[in-house]
């Protein structure tokens, strides 16, 4: 599987983005694509997730109620929408692909290259 990430940017403090990730190559193994963010110095974390088939979606905490992950399997593409964003979400965000549910990037079988988010008045 082939992932590339777009739609990062420099935003305000309650702002919103919306990141894309373009699928292409999808094999049997790709049940699940997800958003990480990478902030500087910082281990990459799970932001969200979602079952390619059934749509079933998972958040962290930190992101819940303010960020939504869709897709579009007809356009083969993931989608973060990120609202009322904040400072601590600058970061690079990172689409990737698992087999299974995943809340490390250990369990990330591919991934995408990254797009900055920097949040910032």
């Known amino acids: 599987v082939q992932l590339q990430a777009s739609g990062g940017g420099l935003v305000q403090p309650g702002g919103s983005l919306r990141l894309s990730c373009a699928v292409s190559?999808?094999?049997?193994?790709?049940?699940?694509m997800n958003w990480f963010s990478q902030a500087p110095g910082k281990e990459r974390v799970f932001v969200a997730g979602?079952?390619?088939?059934?749509?079933?979606?998972r958040y962290a905490d930190s992101v819940k109620g303010r960020f939504t992950i869709s897709r579009d399997s007809a356009e083969n593409a993931v989608y973060l929408q990120m609202n009322s964003l904040k400072p601590e979400d600058t970061a690079v965000y990172y689409c990737?692909?698992?087999?299974?549910?995943?809340?490390?990037?250990?369990?990330?079988?591919?991934w995408g290259q990254g797009t900055q988010v920097t949040v910032s008045s």
């Open positions: 979602i079952k390619w088939r059934e749509g079933t979606k």
């Open positions: 990737a692909s698992s087999s299974v549910v995943v809340s490390t990037a250990a369990g990330a079988i591919a």
């Open positions: 190559g999808l094999t049997t193994s790709d049940n699940f």
